[in-house]
């Protein structure tokens, strides 16, 4: 999609005040891109002098039960907005998850069922008030009016888009040129996102960098129904744990906001030196001058390890409280010197004999015995403190402590 027009400079018909500019500057934190900041900047300064708060919209679809991290950098972005005064919406798409969002994919991704959807959203809102200001947030669900627009008002909508245009989109062209299918449902998803920003008549919608697309289609779309295009912020896609791709459940790269404090202490402490830095950009409350300053201490030898720990405190107190935290520290500091925490669950297992495999899979601190096989051979795993390197080990009855990696723990009574 061209912006050869889209940077116009806009006449700003309101005066640029202090607060316009600190709302501008708050606005662009961390962000990868605003379109068109002209604009957002005209917007802003109408809003502050006719006390007319903007409408800031950021679509989630439930597609999996929990929000982890990665989603909170969108979220994070929305509080600072709404704590500026303006009125923030959070849609869940219950209507789109059931078309599967293309972005970024290059095979059609199997829509989810009605019912897992709802099982899905159920926990959504309620982990999202984690980060926003619950009595402050319109929450809505774009079957609303997705529902009600029916064939007749499918086929309209879709007349108001064209299908080069579509292609244009980075994943469809080279599905398209690869000649791998694309589903004629796939284009009805840019559609439907972009028909969500004219019935809730958005001034701004945030999404991460692969969903600028659908963004611009919103934009378009409010135009062709007369309104006044929204402008679009984009903000950087979270890097998991890895330090390789984005955060994802699917790459188990992911810090879940609903973890336990131990062990989301853990996973943030896991993370480079240097994906620590994007992580306080992103995930902080801190001034970006305070974070600078710790760049330079850092460079002038002092440990990064000391920032890494504040980094990991902040966000357990924010998804937790300071009193897990700091409990979740010492845990931190007691098993980085061999130690075994204090909080681990108890399980008691049947069937001794049993394959250490399976021990560890019953005791769920694998997902499968593949996996407890492949953290066997990579040292990974211990009894009572002693390495196990034997695959085919039968354990015997008997209580005992049982590490997996470096954070979980689980206190095994087998008979």
Known sequence: MSLANENKTEQVKYPITDRVLEAMEVSKRGCDELLVEAEWLAKLARSEATKTPLRIKLGLDPTAPDIHLGHTVVLNKMRQLQDLGHTVIFLIGDF????????????????????????NAQTYYKQASLVLDPSKTEVRYNSEWSDPLGARGMIQLAAKYTVARMLERDDFTKRYKGGIPISVHEFLYPLMQGYDSVALKSDLELGGTDQKFNLLVGREL???????????????????????????????????????????????????????WSYFTLLSFKPLAEIAKMKEEVLSGRNPRDFKVALAQEIVTRFHDAGAAEKALEDFNHRAKGGVPDDIPEIAITGAP??????????????????????????????????????????????????????????????
């Open 96 to 119: 789109t998850s059931m078309i599967g969002d293309p972005s970024g994919r290059n095979a059609t991704r199997p829509p989810l069922t009605k019912e897992e959807i709802a099982v």
């Open 222 to 276: 409010q135009k062709e129904y007369g309104q006044e295009a929204q402008c679009i912020l984009t903000m950087p896609l979270l890097v998991g744990t890895d330090g390789v791709d984005k955060m994802s459940k699917s790459k188990n790269n992911y810090i879940g906001i609903s973890e336990a404090s131990g062990e989301m202490f853990g996973k943030l402490m896991s993370i480079s030196d240097e994906l620590m």
């Open 354 to 415: 049993i394959g250490i495999g399976q021990l560890l899979k019953q005791a769920n601190l694998v997902p499968s015995t593949s996996e407890a096989m492949r953290n066997v051979e990579q040292g990974g795993v211990k009894i009572d403190g002693a390495t196990v390197s034997d695959k085919a080990l039968k354990v015997e009855a008997g209580t005992f402590v049982v590490q997996v990696g470096k954070r979980k723990f689980a206190k095994i009574t087998l008979s």
